[in-house]
């Protein structure tokens, strides 16, 4: 196991008990911008962001009861800036310890940014930059679901501008 961890391009991590880590291999190290040595016990936790904790202690509440889980957090390493990281944790137990966890994590900042373009680019008008009409009616159709179980209701105003195609002639698109 551990020439197999020691070698593997993605972080590799393993509990000895609950949350608790009693092995990192390099790569992970490397993604949590920490030491092997200071990712052990409960430490890798501080490199998670804060607003991922809870959604990180439900998945290891579900693997601790013998469910896989599947994650993304962000981890904030030594430079602030945060990382996108996909976790896979399977549950482990033997008779001499508690229930545990092994796992891996793969990077998986540049994956996300690309999806969050691809997504921004499907929803807005590229000469506007204003969310387009699939966008929109996504949109109030959950604002509309929202004011029935919550209120109040939305409110939409709708202006037509009378030739404004001779606007964006005259003057230009950035103008119009």
């Known amino acids: 196991f ?24 390099d790569r992970f190290a490397e993604l949590c911008g920490l ?3 200071q990712l052990l016990g409960t430490e890798w936790l501080t490199a998670i962001d804060p607003d991922d904790l ?19 957090v962000r981890i904030i390493g030594d430079d602030d800036v945060p990382r996108w990281v996909y976790l ?21 900042t540049q994956r996300r940014a690309w999806e969050e373009k691809i997504t921004y680019q499907a929803q807005h008008d590229p000469l506007t930059g204003l969310v387009n009409r699939r966008a929109f009616m996504e949109r109030f159709s959950h604002e509309l679901a929202r004011s029935q179980r919550h209120g109040p209701a939305p409110t939409l105003l709708i202006l037509d501008i009378d030739h404004f195609k001779k606007i964006n002639d005259v003057h230009g698109h950035p103008s119009g």
């Not at 809870?54 to 993304?72: C, Q, T």
């Not at 545990?100 to 793969?106: P, V």
């Open 54 to 72: 809870p959604a990180l202690y439900a998945a290891g509440e579900g693997v601790l009861a013998g469910n896989p889980r599947e994650i993304n």
């Open 35 to 37: 030491t092997r040595f």
């Open 2 to 25: 551990r020439a197999l961890a020691e070698s593997a391009p993605i972080g590799i991590f393993v509990s000895e008990a609950g949350l608790r880590l009693g092995y990192v291999n």
């Open 88 to 108: 896979r944790l399977a549950p482990t137990t033997t008779p001499a310890r508690a229930a545990g966890f092994i796992g891996t994590a793969e990077d998986v």
